[in-house]
């Protein structure tokens, strides 16, 4: 994706379109990855998009609460995404931020500014623009009910609170972290809260989703649950 604001681009697009909308912690990005690459559809890691905003932002001293300003970051943001492999590293105004985004901070500042209607507009056409053949797998929290709202399917992954606590502290565990989990477990709480509360585009299902509860089900049980609903609802054809 390139610094340059991308033009506006009609939802009307030929290229099916699965959305996977869904509280932190439940799985979407890992899901998305690997079902997107079964598929060889495209992926939208939308929540990315946010959390570069919000690093962006910090690293050029712009307040969280100045909308107008934080809208101009995501409307011009420099970034790339490049697959490599089954990984894909994240490229900010030339530097590998793949990891930073991760931070719960960066997480949490995301979630701020995503309440603000002028950034949701300014990110609105650069992730609709992701929708191109042969398809779209489109990983967020208001893919299914704001952006790609005529997608054939979408699903709303979730589970326990608890339960998503203990895989983001698995996580950081892997990846070096020290955390805690009676924090994380706080910090996703009171994401939720925000998220389901905020008045423009709150995290919720789709009228016409389907709720897919994570909290007894291993990564592989869930790929198998979607590749069904794809074929059910007539995406791909059964093998």
Known sequence: MSGEATPHHSQICNAPVLTLDGPG????????RLVAAGLGWHLLDSGALYRL??????RHGVALNDEDAVATIAEYLDVQFNAEGDATRVILEGEDVTRDIRLETVGNNASIIASQPR???????RQRAFAREPGL???GRDMGTVVFTEAPLKIFLTASAEERARRRHVQLQ????????????????????????RAIAPLKPADD????DTTDLDISQVVARIQQLLVEYGLVAAR
Request: aromatic share 0%; net charge negative.
């Open 174 to 197: 892997e990846a070096g972290v020290d955390a805690n989990i009676s924090s994380l477990l706080t910090e996703i709480q009171t994401r939720d809260a925000r998220d389901m509360g």
């Open 25 to 32: 912690g439940a799985g979407k990005g890992t899901i998305s």
């Open 209 to 212: 989703g389907v709720v897919l």
């Open 53 to 58: 905003t919000a690093l962006a932002a910090e």
């Open 137 to 139: 797998v489109a990983d």
């Open 119 to 125: 950034v949701r507009a300014a990110l609105l056409a």
